[in-house]
């Protein structure tokens, strides 16, 4: 019997000595981790399916941010919360000339400053006091200036595994979407013909085998304008929330309507900001919650206000076991027993929420060309799984059940 998403939170609620319930098996579940096997910071090595509880998927993530910050240390260090971000930097948002001198006054010193302008926002970089920790430094610079919008340049993680196999099985082609899709990953590699690709990491814009595969279910689902913005590139700290933040500002500016994002992180002001100011200019943005199971933090970007948190489910219409969470759930799309183009043009099997995610773009990008309000579009579009109505597992239902290859 498959336990339910709301079966797996209840046994973590309840001492380890209780959860052994009679008739409960936990099923193959694909790994998650390691964290960064390349500096692309994604899991395109092979699936192994071993049994995990949705316990041992917390541990996987405080492993993979563990093993992380110690690898990369010379590039990435913990925040005060124990989240990994960009080393002895802190973002300023908006900063008046008052702040900023109280900032000096503190011994930071600026490392650059930049206005998006599609995003009406300035953001400005300090560098943290010479062997001073991240954490302190953020300590030191709200008690000097605790009005001002600080955030540590957070990093954020694709969610998803890519696999080669062979070829897919044929799939109808899908009615043609024009509105143009912003994609905020890895870049595309071979096969994935793109409108425009830019970089926002060093390096960038890198093929990727995680970016190829989102890219590619894009278009498998009609989309014909693609924008893909690379966050990641050959960089350590690649996939910050700045580099986020640029990704924005140049797909609002270039016409983007709707933004995939297959990525996770924790709660970051910058970020939250910027994505609040593409939805005030009517951008969709769609998110995934994850793979790091139903007891871990809410994923952000998908838990900030407005974003449309996506979830995965398998061929059997049944919810990832390894699906992680937000604070609001929208929509469930099929994010496993599907298969997609690698970084070399080949075809690749999938796992993973991210993978779930361009497909409810696409069908966001298809509901805005017909015009009226989309999500009313969507809503009636969407198949209602599990309990009747809006639930935990499946938001308000499952979108584009057919449009990914099998």
């Given at each position: 019997?498959?336990?339910?998403?709301?079966?797996?939170?209840?046994?973590?609620?309840?001492?380890?000595?209780?959860?052994?319930?009679?008739?409960?098996?936990?099923?193959?579940?694909?790994?998650?981790?390691p964290v960064m096997q390349s500096v692309e910071q994604?899991?395109?090595?092979?699936?192994?399916?071993?049994?995990?509880?949705?316990?041992?998927?917390?541990q996987?993530?405080?492993?993979?941010?563990?093993?992380?910050?110690?690898?990369?240390?010379e590039f990435v260090e913990p925040d005060a919360n124990g989240e990994p971000a960009v080393?002895?930097?802190?973002?300023?948002?908006?900063?008046?000339?008052?702040?900023?001198?109280?900032?000096?006054?503190?011994?930071?010193?600026?490392?650059?400053?930049?206005?998006?302008?599609?995003?009406?926002?300035?953001?400005?970089?300090?560098?943290?006091?010479?062997?001073?920790?991240l954490a302190e430094a953020q300590r030191r610079l709200l008690r000097a200036a605790p009005n001002a919008d600080i955030a540590p340049d957070n990093l954020h993680f694709q969610s998803g595994a890519v696999r080669v196999e062979a070829a897919a099985q044929a799939v109808a082609a899908a009615p043609a979407i024009a509105t143009p899709v912003g994609v905020i990953d890895g870049a595309p590699g071979k096969g994935e013909a793109v409108a425009a690709v830019r970089g926002f990491a060093r390096g960038a814009?890198?093929?990727?085998?995680?970016?190829s595969a989102v890219v590619s279910l894009l278009q498998g689902a009609g989309v014909r304008r693609v924008l893909a913005a690379d966050v990641y590139g050959n960089d350590p700290a690649g996939g910050n929330a700045l580099a986020i933040v640029r990704a924005l500002?140049?797909?609002?500016?270039?016409?983007?309507?709707?933004?995939?994002?297959?990525?996770?992180?924790?709660?970051?002001?910058?970020?939250?900001?910027?994505?609040?100011?593409?939805?005030?200019?009517?951008?969709?943005?769609?998110?995934?919650?994850?793979?790091?199971?139903?007891?871990?933090?809410?994923?952000?970007?998908?838990?900030?206000?407005?974003?449309?948190?996506?979830?995965?489910?398998?061929?059997?219409?049944?919810?990832?076991?390894?699906?992680?969470r937000a604070l609001h759930l929208d929509y469930a799309a099929p994010g496993a027993n599907i298969r997609g183009r690698n970084k070399g043009g080949g075809w690749a099997g999938l796992r993973g929420t991210s993978f779930a995610v361009p497909l409810v773009a696409a069908r966001a990008a298809a509901a805005l060309e017909w015009g009226g309000a989309w999500q009313a579009t969507l809503d009636r579009e969407a198949i209602d799984l599990g309990a009747k109505g809006p639930d935990a597992q499946f938001g308000r239902g499952l979108l584009c059940a057919k449009c990914a290859a099998r």
């Amino acid at each position: 019997m498959r336990p339910s998403l709301a079966l797996l939170t209840m046994l973590l609620a309840v001492p380890a000595a209780a959860q052994l319930v009679p008739g409960v098996s936990l099923p193959q579940a694909p790994v998650v981790g390691p964290v960064m096997q390349s500096v692309e910071q994604t899991l395109d090595g092979p699936l192994e399916n071993i049994r995990q509880s949705a316990e041992s998927l917390v541990q996987a993530r405080a492993d993979r941010i563990s093993d992380l910050l110690h690898r990369q240390r010379e590039f990435v260090e913990p925040d005060a919360n124990g989240e990994p971000a960009v080393r002895g930097e802190l973002l300023l948002l908006d900063p008046d000339g008052a702040t900023l001198a109280a900032a000096r006054g503190a011994g930071f010193a600026e490392a650059g400053s930049e206005t998006l302008g599609s995003l009406g926002m300035t953001v400005t970089r300090l560098q943290a006091p010479r062997g001073m920790s991240l954490a302190e430094a953020q300590r030191r610079l709200l008690r000097a200036a605790p009005n001002a919008d600080i955030a540590p340049d957070n990093l954020h993680f694709q969610s998803g595994a890519v696999r080669v196999e062979a070829a897919a099985q044929a799939v109808a082609a899908a009615p043609a979407i024009a509105t143009p899709v912003g994609v905020i990953d890895g870049a595309p590699g071979k096969g994935e013909a793109v409108a425009a690709v830019r970089g926002f990491a060093r390096g960038a814009p890198v093929a990727s085998n995680h970016g190829s595969a989102v890219v590619s279910l894009l278009q498998g689902a009609g989309v014909r304008r693609v924008l893909a913005a690379d966050v990641y590139g050959n960089d350590p700290a690649g996939g910050n929330a700045l580099a986020i933040v640029r990704a924005l500002d140049w797909l609002a500016g270039s016409g983007a309507r709707v933004v995939s994002i297959s990525l996770v992180g924790p709660r970051n002001g910058v970020l939250e900001k910027a994505i609040g100011a593409v939805r005030s200019k009517g951008m969709v943005v769609v998110a995934a919650v994850g793979n790091d199971g139903p007891a871990a933090p809410p994923a952000y970007p998908a838990s900030y206000p407005g974003v449309v948190a996506v979830t995965g489910v398998d061929g059997h219409e049944r919810p990832l076991i390894e699906a992680g969470r937000a604070l609001h759930l929208d929509y469930a799309a099929p994010g496993a027993n599907i298969r997609g183009r690698n970084k070399g043009g080949g075809w690749a099997g999938l796992r993973g929420t991210s993978f779930a995610v361009p497909l409810v773009a696409a069908r966001a990008a298809a509901a805005l060309e017909w015009g009226g309000a989309w999500q009313a579009t969507l809503d009636r579009e969407a198949i209602d799984l599990g309990a009747k109505g809006p639930d935990a597992q499946f938001g308000r239902g499952l979108l584009c059940a057919k449009c990914a290859a099998r």
